[in-house]
């Protein structure tokens, strides 16, 4: 907050000039606290998350509440004896309450965090709607920056009545246990996620413009990655006032604003006659809007994430080189043309608008979701004002939870990202230990049970309790989790490469097909090789049958057949022989009955012609000789 208190002089004037344009609102953020226990209190509660700390954007987080016997507003070190914080093994992480006031709300998570609090809850003090809880400002200062970056655990501030029933419960002996829940703190509704940053590039802010730079720097690579993947749009943003009409000739106008008292900010220092001009910020402020721009258009927008860092390092104040040749440099270093930024920052001395600070000004007040931006710098992510620490891990893990589920980059997959869940009772995923194939996945959003693809090949299950590998290559992993197994040479599995599913046990075998395939014994139990000449000996996977009497067995027509017959192997054409031999003999008896018929007319007829005259036969008789 402390950008507004060096502000002072134009805030001022401003809500006094035009308070109606100050009726903006300012968003409290909140994530949801549900308590399952005790049964009075059960219920979902709204509370505000601190702008520190790691709130757990996309997940949740569970924890039984603690409220210290002493130091219960949490403005001293927890000491052992006293309370303990830490969770023992087995039991839930504690969350601490403490009361509001008498220290920095930063003072009290830190204190917290190092008394082993997985989570830090505040009770507010006075009946009012829930506040956010910021980082505190320079003026009311010491060495509060050193431990402010050092916070991690996530911070919510609560009603003062939801406090008062938390303390009644636990001072009568009962216990709160409740589930902090960040999954919807952020819309996540599609593939792609649109985040902004509200920054200056004032660098004489304290601590805070300190830890920003940081973390343009530690941010940088990973927002670059995200912005060419395609998997995010960033837009910088930047705060400008304007000077009240009344005011446009005063001194401070002068030196503060540009384009006649339109755009304007608070002087880095506050002494006016020293270092540099509010207007020095904000015409550095419109170079790096424009070098967006123009970075933009020629699509690479990414490099304004050089540019800024670039500038921040080789341009900084302290050493006077907060200058627009130190800025043409970096300009020119990273081959951005140089004279289109000079176009599109235009004069600031003409009495004109300029249309890139107008339309800055424009987007500053708050719509939908996110609310007037009052904090410098703020983070808005897919349309909703981020709270937290402004570091990598955790702007990451919230612009990751700002992804539809199952759509977030891989870089949201990274080991730092992750919770270490899978690692007790795997999650209470599935999971083939003999393979080492799990379905569980450890995210930034906390477990997930999914059927895993491993090589290529793709399980299909409910992730908890089942899990089975599909599609054509399924059998190459785990051999598709069938039964398989080899005796003597001979190997069998239960898995058909096609793409049926399930397992079968191969023929010759009889089991569930997953655990187990018992060989079947064919003689025993009268499958095969039953003929009166076979004898049956069961083999692993098969059996062997051999015929007497110097018979071969058939194995397709399970019979014995004579040796002529060897080389015929289709059963079918050796019916099929047999029936036309058949059919041929049949045939051919037929004619001979025929022949010996007709021969036997012929002889009695010859006999007879010995004894009486036949006039018209014999030429007959040659012509039937004749056709056999
Ligand atoms: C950046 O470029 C994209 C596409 O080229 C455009 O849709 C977007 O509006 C631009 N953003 C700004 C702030 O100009
Ligand atoms: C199981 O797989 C994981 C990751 O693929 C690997 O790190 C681990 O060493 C494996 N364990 C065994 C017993 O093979």
């Known amino acids: ?119 830090i809850l505040v009770a507010d003090d006075r009946v009012e709607p829930l506040i956010t809880m910021d980082t505190p400002e320079e003026a009311n200062g010491g060495n509060v920056d050193d431990y402010i970056e050092k916070i991690t655990i996530p911070s919510a501030l609560i009603s003062k009545s939801l406090g008062d029933s938390i303390k009644k419960t636990l001072s009568s002996g009962g216990m709160v246990n409740m589930n902090l829940d960040w999954r919807e703190a ?36 990973a927002a670059q990655l995200l912005e060419q993947k395609g998997y995010t749009r960033f837009t910088p943003h930047y705060i400008t006032w304007y000077c009240p009409e009344a005011f446009i000739l005063s001194q401070q106008c002068k030196a503060q604003c540009i384009n006649n008292g339109r755009y304007c900010a608070p002087d880095p220092e506050q002494d006016f006659s020293r270092g540099y001009d509010g207007k020095d910020v904000v015409v550095q402020n419109l170079r790096q809007a424009c070098f967006f721009k123009v970075a933009n258009h020629s699509g690479k927008p990414w490099q304004w994430w050089d540019y800024v860092t670039d500038f921040a390092i080789r341009c900084p104040m302290r050493a006077h080189r907060y200058t627009e040749e130190c800025s043409d440099q970096v300009v020119q270093s990273l081959g951005v043309d140089l004279n289109k930024i000079k176009e599109c920052m235009g004069d600031r001395n003409a009495d004109v608008e300029n249309p890139i600070l107008k339309a800055e000004q424009d987007a500053q007040i708050g719509h939908g979701t996110r609310g007037d931006v009052t904090i410098l710098p703020t983070l808005v992510i897919n349309n909703r004002q981020y709270r937290g620490m402004l570091s990598k891990a955790a702007v990451l893990k919230a612009i990751c939870a700002s992804f539809q589920e199952t759509t977030e980059p891989s870089i949201c997959l990274t080991p730092d990202m992750e919770t270490n869940e899978c690692l007790v009772n795997n999650g209470g995923c599935w999971q083939d230990k003999s393979a080492n194939i799990t379905a569980c996945r450890d995210t930034f959003r906390g477990r997930i049970c999914e059927c895993p693809i491993v090589q290529n090949v793709k399980f299909v299950g409910d992730g908890y309790t089942h899990c089975e590998a599909s599609g054509p290559l399924r059998c190459a992993v785990n051999n598709g989790g069938c039964w398989q197994g080899a005796q003597a040479g001979r190997a069998y599995s239960a898995c058909i490469d096609d793409h049926t599913k399930g397992c079968k046990c191969p023929t010759g075998f009889r089991g569930d097909g997953v655990h187990s395939c018992e060989d079947v014994d064919e003689c025993k139990e009268k499958l095969a090789c039953q003929c009166p000449e076979c004898s049956c000996k069961n083999t692993w996977g098969s059996y062997e049958c051999s015929c007497s009497n110097g018979l071969f067995y058939m194995r397709e027509s399970d019979m014995c057949i004579g040796k002529y017959s060897a080389s015929v192997s289709n059963v079918g054409f050796v019916w099929m022989l047999i029936l036309i031999l058949g059919i041929g003999g049949a045939g051919g008896y037929a004619f001979y009955k025929y022949r010996i018929q ?15 005259p036949l006039d018209n036969q014999p030429e007959n008789l040659n012509q039937v000789q004749h056709a056999v």
């Open 598 to 612: 007709r021969y036997m007319d012929y002889e009695i007829r010859a006999i007879m012609a010995q004894y009486m």
């Open 1 to 119: 907050m402390k950008m507004l208190t060096k502000l002072s002089f134009l805030w001022c004037l401003w809500i006094f000039l035009c308070g109606s344009c100050c009726m903006g609102r300012f968003v409290v953020e909140k994530n949801n606290l549900k308590i399952t226990s005790p049964k009075s209190l059960r219920g979902v509660y709204e509370c505000a998350i601190g702008n520190f700390g790691v709130p757990k954007y996309g997940g949740t987080m569970i924890g039984t509440v603690v409220y210290p016997k002493f130091n219960q507003n949490g403005c001293h070190r927890f000491n052992d004896a006293d309370t303990s914080l830490s969770s023992k093994p087995g039991s839930f992480p504690s969350f601490v309450l403490v009361d509001r006031g008498d220290c920095y709300f930063t003072l009290k998570a830190w204190n917290a965090q190092m008394g082993g609090a997985a989570a």
């Open 186 to 221: 952020l819309p996540h509704p599609d593939e792609r996620v649109e985040y902004e940053l509200w920054t200056s590039s004032n660098d004489e802010c304290g601590p805070k413009c300190e830890s920003e730079l940081n973390f343009f720097k530690s941010f940088k690579g």
